[in-house]
């Protein structure tokens, strides 16, 4: 069975500063996924990651993915306030399977 | 383009009563999932539709049931309800042009169930 988990649960962090979100599953898998959630509200897509090696950058966030280890991390550049929320990695189980297994999220908080 | 919609957005029932929620995907988008998010479990899979058909199913017990429509749209009932059943209930909908395909799903703002 597909296990997905995620470290740190909690961060809390100034703004300014860098800081790495990890994510380690535990079977072979396609295709990796961050989300963001903010409080009450749903998730948005942040990066798809498809093989070995994939490096994806959008303003402060990169995520890169190592199928070898099976690890994702997702990298905080200089975080500013708007980036608090929950991140959630998710990867797929089975070829042609849309079923999303997550991790149990980080909850990301930036303090001024 | 407008996203996915979900209703009702807020939904209060007590234990014993059913409950059917509904989903809209986005236009074009044939794949329908359906997840259940609760502080202790977190985000859990619940089934998948595509073309009206059943595709996957996660490990929950048969009073929850899906379904999708021609138009794509999906609705999910779940019976008999439980206090555990109270969530935040999550439809998300891709474009695959196979049912084989894995693509991206695109989540709707959900439907908070209450059971008491």
């Known amino acids: 069975e597909l296990k997905v988990e995620q470290n740190p649960l909690f961060l809390s962090m100034q703004e300014g500063k860098n800081y790495t979100i990890y994510c380690n599953y535990s079977?072979?898998?396609?295709?990796l996924y961050w989300y963001r959630q903010d409080p009450g509200k749903s998730l948005e897509s942040l990066f798809v990651?498809?093989?070995?090696?994939a490096v994806k950058q959008e303003g402060r966030l990169m995520a890169s993915l190592d199928t070898k280890a099976r690890l994702s991390t997702l990298h905080i550049t200089a975080a500013v306030h708007d980036l608090s929320a929950t991140y959630f990695c998710?990867?797929?189980?089975?070829?042609?399977?849309?079923?999303?297994?997550f991790g149990q999220g980080t909850r990301l908080t930036i303090n001024p | 383009k407008a996203g996915v919609t979900q209703t009702p957005r807020y939904l209060i029932k007590t234990r014993g009563q059913q409950v059917t929620l509904s989903c809209s995907p986005i236009?074009?988008?044939?794949?329908v999932s359906w997840y259940q998010q609760t502080p202790g479990q977190g985000l859990q899979f619940l089934f998948e539709y595509f073309s009206e058909t059943q595709r996957n199913k996660g490990n929950f017990p048969g009073r929850f049931s899906g379904r999708q429509f021609s138009n794509s749209r999906s609705e999910m009932n779940v019976s008999t309800l439980e206090l555990g059943d109270s969530a935040l209930y999550l439809c998300?909908?891709?474009?695959?042009?196979?049912?084989?395909?894995?693509?991206?799903?695109?989540f709707g703002p959900g439907t908070r169930l209450t059971v008491l």
């Open positions: 079977t072979t898998s396609d295709r």
């Open positions: 990651l498809l093989s070995n090696g």
């Open positions: 998300a909908s891709s474009w695959k042009a196979a049912p084989e395909m894995t693509d991206t799903q695109y």
């Open positions: 236009s074009g988008h044939r794949s």
């Open positions: 998710a990867v797929v189980t089975g070829q042609g399977a849309q079923k999303l297994v």
